[in-house]
């Protein structure tokens, strides 16, 4: 039971990365269907393979960030935090990891209000005439995944403060 708990807890922490790689393969399928498309002869230009690339691209995009923030291959400072002792560093990093957190959730409120202007508006895509708010829907996904972990390498960070002095 313990151990069934655990798989299912390691691939629900997985589920952003799991989600990427499907959007990746599918902007792969999308590309080639467009490709194909273009240059087999009688054949028509697929339409909206731009449209659902778009779509797939900020999915994989948005959903994606959480492991970059995961992996700290994310906006940083790298250049001129290096230039302080290590003990400094790490409260840079909690501080711009508090910062990124804090425009995360604020960028999620925001998306989240499109996201229901979208829905009450009945707002659709160009040509899939798909409803905006779920073709959004990734970018608040992303954004408030984002802001989890943030928060979680944050307090990683704090709590293992004091293990910057045994490094110097």
């Known amino acids: 039971m313990v151990v069934n708990m655990k798989k299912t807890l390691d691939i629900v922490k997985r589920l952003d990365v799991i989600a990427s790689g499907i959007f990746l393969i599918l902007v792969f399928g999308d590309v080639m269907l467009q490709v194909i498309t273009r240059i087999t002869p009688n054949t028509i230009a697929v339409k909206w393979t731009v449209e659902m690339g778009s779509i797939l691209l900020c999915a994989m995009l948005w959903v994606g960030l959480g492991q970059g923030i995961e992996h700290k291959a994310h ?84 709590s293992h403060l004091s293990d910057t002095e045994t490094e110097q």
Do not use: H
């Open 75 to 158: 906006i940083r400072f790298t250049m001129i935090v290096e230039m302080f002792p290590k003990k400094v560093q790490k409260l840079f990093e909690v501080f711009g990891d508090l910062v990124f957190m804090v425009f995360c959730c604020i960028l999620a409120f925001y998306t989240w209000r499109m996201l229901q202007f979208y829905a009450a508006n009945n707002t659709a895509t160009t040509i899939l005439r798909w409803g905006k708010q779920w073709t959004k829907l990734p970018m608040f996904i992303g954004l408030v995944v984002a802001s989890i972990r943030l928060a979680l390498v944050a307090l990683t960070t704090v």
